[in-house]
């Protein structure tokens, strides 16, 4: 609490304290003379008073009046203390300890299909996530990024959800055409790899960094990048690229020179058609090793008014029992 908070409860407790102070000697003096005006007169009353077990009931009365004031205070008090809300604070440093995944899709015409099976099958594996960050990058012959990496994952679905919804084509742009045609040519794998391996943030700390690139590697166009360039680029900032690639068969040349440059990374190239599926893929990347992330400290401060609940409750109780046992 602050200072000046305290000082109030304080002055608080001592005007509650002195006015039923007060209230008790005016209420008991004015008892008296009511007692003593109403009452009939009694031959012989100072034998009365004289006697042990009227002085005794008289000193337990007092004493009942004097526990009652001092609870009364006591809760006062208490109370003041509930009311002033009592806070307590907590050191926290924020540790992310999990892997940066990096969904790199190639949004031509010939990647629809395995395009929304990858958003779909990561839409269903969010659940299952413990603080990976996920980003989303798609490509045509330019590069958009649609979320950077985070942990966020109503965000990250969200997202999902849209651009997935985008291949139905129920608009007349769709919205992984925004962005994705202001190059010349199509599907420029070397560009699109490229612009993902760029998405990766803290490059000074040692973290399980993965690609996962849907791609059938069937260029169209000059690209500014080629892929073998892509993928050296992904190795040196530490990146593993995991290639999906929709068509059957690894003998085409295509596919052999994505499966090359995948595993040059550390990688490596599945045919979506085969026995290994999009989450086989996710729980690979899950298997490597996690590194800490810590963020800034912060202080969070919190309302801590528990004990001092419980302690009112206590004084009340008494107060309680003590008005029914003197029946004021």
């Given at each position: 609490m602050e200072l000046a908070n305290i000082w109030m409860l304080v002055g608080a407790v001592f005007a509650v304290l002195i006015a039923a102070g007060i209230g008790l000697l005016v209420g008991l003096r004015r008892r008296r003379?009511?007692?003593?005006?109403?009452?009939?007169?009694?031959?012989?009353?100072?034998?009365?008073?004289?006697?042990?077990?009227?002085?005794?009931?008289?000193?337990?009365?007092?004493?009942?009046?004097?526990?009652?004031?001092?609870?009364?205070?006591?809760a006062v008090l208490l109370a003041g203390v509930v009311a002033a809300r009592p806070m307590s604070s907590?050191?926290?440093?924020?540790?992310?300890?999990?892997?940066?995944?990096?969904?790199?899709?190639?949004?031509?015409?010939?990647?629809?299909?395995?395009?929304?099976?990858?958003?779909?099958?990561?839409?269903?594996?969010?659940?299952?996530?413990?603080g990976e960050r996920i980003g989303l990058t798609i490509f045509n012959s330019s590069a958009v990024q649609i979320f950077p990496l985070t942990d966020d994952y109503d965000f990250v679905r969200e997202h999902l959800q849209r651009i997935s919804d985008s291949f139905e084509?129920?608009?007349?742009?769709?919205?992984?055409?925004?962005?994705?045609?202001?190059?010349?040519?199509?599907s420029l794998i070397g560009d699109g790899l490229a612009s993902c391996s760029m998405g990766f943030d803290h490059e000074g700390d040692e973290r399980?960094?993965?690609?996962?690139?849907?791609?059938?590697?069937?260029?169209?166009?000059?690209?500014?990048?080629?892929?073998?360039?892509?993928?050296a680029y992904a190795t040196s900032k530490e990146i593993?690229?995991?290639?999906?690639n929709p068509v059957e068969g690894k003998d085409t040349e295509p596919s052999e020179e994505l499966i090359a440059a995948a595993e040059?990374?550390?990688?490596?190239?599945?045919?979506?058609?085969?026995?290994?599926?999009?989450?086989?893929?996710?729980?690979?990347?899950?298997?490597?090793?996690?590194?800490?992330?810590?963020?800034q400290a912060q202080v969070v401060w919190s309302d801590d008014p528990n004990l001092w609940i419980v302690l009112l409750v206590l004084p009340v109780l008494g107060l309680i029992v003590v008005l029914w046992r003197v029946r004021l």
């Open positions: 003379a009511d007692a003593a005006s109403d009452a009939a007169p009694i031959a012989r009353a100072e034998r009365l008073r004289s006697l042990g077990s009227f002085r005794q009931a008289v000193r337990r009365r007092a004493l009942a009046l004097g526990g009652l004031l001092a609870l009364a205070s006591v907590q050191t926290i440093q924020p540790v992310n300890t999990s892997r940066d995944i990096m969904l790199c899709l190639d949004v031509s015409g010939s990647m629809t299909d395995v395009d929304v099976e990858v958003l779909t099958v990561f839409d269903e594996l969010l659940d299952g996530f413990e084509y129920v608009e007349d742009i769709p919205e992984h055409w925004v962005g994705t045609l202001n190059g010349p040519g199509a399980s960094r993965s690609i996962i690139l849907a791609t059938d590697n069937e260029v169209n166009g000059a690209s500014i990048v080629t892929l073998e360039e892509a993928a593993r690229v995991f290639a999906l040059a990374t550390g990688g490596a190239a599945f045919g979506l058609r085969e026995t290994t599926t999009v989450a086989d893929i996710v729980t690979q990347v899950q298997e490597e090793e996690a590194t800490e992330l810590r963020g």
